[in-house]
């Protein structure tokens, strides 16, 4: 099994954390140590990189969301790992502040947990991954998800990824029930290139984890395309996807 990171409730409200904000998240300086402060002033002496976890929480609408979600509300375990790769991508740093702000557990990548507890595990990746634009980082963390079919000997999925985009896409749409228990997709063709993905009650934020999945999914199928958001509230919605031959 994975050893992964869970929820950190202790993140609501004004903390600070230390980080670099200038020129884009962390790139500059994933080496320099990082320290977690209880409120909004520097680290160290002389030190002004500060997380506002408040202002990243408030810039996902992350209380919004999770009072929305069920409690019932699960998602797949890989879902976990996925951000948790993100993370140590970035290097040891990034991985040890992530884990005081979301404290590691132990998940199985095909078990099913809590929707909240990733919700909040994601947020906290984003303020690690890019503070100043977390919803960024949630496009990012969620583009190498077509990686990730391997784990559960998606033999079909894996035989179309590279030679039938709307193939695997009705794969993902058949197969919902395999990554969440709530909520639900509906895949619309509307012409040989060219698909609208619904989402229904959708406890995932679809205008940049879904959207920079699907454009993940577009590469892995080596095509050039775009994918177009259109949300009718936080939680439904739809992404038009377009598609041409490299």
């Not at 990189?49 to 929305?68: F, H, N, P, Q």
């Not at 948790?84 to 992530?98: K, M, Q």
């Not at 012409?191 to 993905?197: A, H």
Request: glycine share 10%; aromatic share 10%.
């Amino acid at each position: 099994h994975e050893g992964d990171h869970a929820v950190a409730r202790g993140c609501h409200g004004s903390h600070g954390v230390s980080a670099d904000e200038s020129g884009g998240p962390c790139d500059q300086d994933a080496h320099r140590p990082w320290r977690v402060s209880s409120d909004l002033v520097p680290a160290q002496h002389n030190d002004d990189r500060t997380i506002d976890l408040g202002k990243v929480r408030s810039a996902l609408a992350l209380d919004e969301r999770l009072s929305a979600t069920p409690a019932r509300s699960q998602v797949r375990g890989f879902l976990f790992k996925m951000t948790a790769d993100a993370i140590e991508r970035r290097g040891a740093a990034a991985v040890a502040l992530h884990r005081r702000l979301s404290p590691p557990r132990s998940r199985w990548f095909f078990l099913m947990y809590s929707a909240r507890d990733y919700l909040e595990d994601l947020a906290a990746a984003a303020a690690v991954l890019a503070p100043g634009d977390p919803a960024s980082a949630l496009h990012r963390i969620w583009g190498p998800t077509t990686a990730y079919a391997p784990l559960f000997d998606a033999r079909r999925f894996l035989g179309l990824v590279g030679t039938d985009v709307m193939g695997v896409v009705r794969w993902l749409e058949g197969h919902r029930h395999f990554f969440a228990n709530y909520g639900r997709w509906r895949m619309e063709p509307r012409g040989d290139r060219y698909f609208v993905m619904h989402y229904f009650e959708e406890c995932i934020w679809i205008d940049s984890a879904h959207r920079g999945g699907m454009e993940g999914l577009l590469e892995a199928c080596g095509v050039v395309g775009s994918v177009e958001v259109d949300l009718d509230s936080p939680y439904n919605g739809r992404l038009h996807v377009r598609w041409q031959p490299r």
